[in-house]
């Protein structure tokens, strides 16, 4: 009997499409039966074995088709479960960089603060400065009204109105002075709360600006077989 390995028309009348356009068998158990009979009994005939081995493999159609289904499904859910880690990581990734910007701005943020709070000391201290000239200047107006005060007690005492008038014009620069040096200490306690909030925002900004170079470090990394 002449063999073939090409499948018979009656070996592949009963197939159709399935899942995929995979071809799933559809004969029935009657048919098959038959046709398992007409290959033994050619086999049995023409005493060719490779009948036999033909009619092993079409038995074993259906089992490969169901181990190419069962492939499929599984190629399906690996191609939905590397969609889905790529989306997770797209998200991710977005969120990264939204905090980097974030971070990125407060330290902006805190840098021009800082560089107000110390713009405002500067001028603290200038003022301070000029504050502590007028100061010294009325001392030294003091003391030397008070020397000639002094003088001038020991070579008029008989002129009490013009020494009078004298004392009350050192109580006057007295009053000023004191009025002075109580604004100094005003703008002495005004420095030291700015101070305090130099510091402050000093350690704001150094604290965000490690925040940002920790997170520059950050990546999430990619699975090689997310790309596949």
Same mark, same amino acid.
């Given at each position: 009997?002449?063999?073939?390995?090409?499948?018979?028309?009656? =070996?592949?009348?009963?197939?159709?499409?399935?899942?995929?356009?995979?071809?799933?068998?559809?004969?029935?158990?009657?048919?098959?039966? =038959?046709?398992?009979?007409?290959?033994?009994?050619?086999?049995?005939?023409?005493?060719?074995?490779?009948?036999?081995?033909? $009619?092993?493999?079409?038995?074993?159609?259906?089992?490969?088709?169901?181990?190419?289904?069962?492939?499929? %499904?599984?190629?399906?859910?690996?191609?939905?479960?590397?969609?889905?880690?790529?989306?997770?990581?797209?998200?991710?990734?977005?969120?990264?960089? $939204?905090?980097?910007?974030?971070? %990125?701005?407060?330290?902006?943020? +805190?840098?021009? #603060? $800082?560089?107000?709070?110390? #713009?405002?000391?500067?001028?603290?201290?200038?003022?301070?400065?000029?504050?502590?000239?007028?100061?010294?200047?009325?001392?030294?107006?003091?003391?030397?009204?008070?020397? =000639?005060?002094?003088?001038?007690?020991?070579?008029?005492?008989? +002129?009490?109105? =013009?020494?009078?008038?004298?004392?009350?014009?050192?109580?006057? +620069?007295?009053?000023?002075?004191?009025?002075?040096?109580? @604004?100094?200490? #005003?703008?002495?306690?005004?420095?030291?709360?700015?101070?305090?909030?130099?510091?402050?925002?000093?350690?704001?900004?150094?604290?965000?600006?490690?925040?940002?170079?920790?997170?520059?470090?950050?990546?999430?990394?990619? @699975?090689?077989?997310?790309? $596949?």
């Amino acid at each position: 009997m002449a063999h073939t390995n090409e499948t018979s028309p009656a =070996a592949t009348n009963g197939l159709a499409a399935g899942e995929g356009g995979l071809e799933t068998r559809v004969v029935s158990a009657k048919t098959r039966n =038959a046709f398992h009979d007409l290959l033994g009994s050619a086999t049995v005939l023409s005493g060719d074995q490779s009948i036999s081995v033909f $009619l092993d493999d079409v038995e074993r159609i259906p089992y490969l088709e169901d181990k190419i289904k069962q492939n499929e %499904k599984l190629l399906r859910t690996h191609e939905n479960t590397r969609q889905q880690a790529l989306h997770d990581y797209n998200s991710d990734r977005d969120l990264w960089v $939204l905090e980097k910007q974030q971070l %990125k701005d407060s330290a902006l943020l +805190l840098q021009n #603060e $800082l560089a107000s709070i110390n #713009e405002q000391t500067r001028s603290l201290k200038n003022e301070k400065a000029s504050w502590a000239s007028e100061v010294q200047t009325l001392k030294e107006n003091t003391a030397k009204q008070n020397s =000639a005060l002094d003088n001038r007690q020991k070579q008029i005492q008989g +002129l009490v109105k =013009a020494i009078e008038t004298e004392r009350q014009d050192n109580l006057a +620069l007295k009053r000023t002075l004191a009025s002075s040096e109580a @604004r100094t200490k #005003e703008f002495e306690r005004e420095h030291s709360e700015l101070q305090k909030n130099y510091v402050k925002a000093r350690n704001e900004a150094d604290i965000a600006m490690q925040q940002l170079q920790e997170a520059a470090k950050l990546s999430v990394p990619l @699975r090689d077989d997310l790309l $596949l």
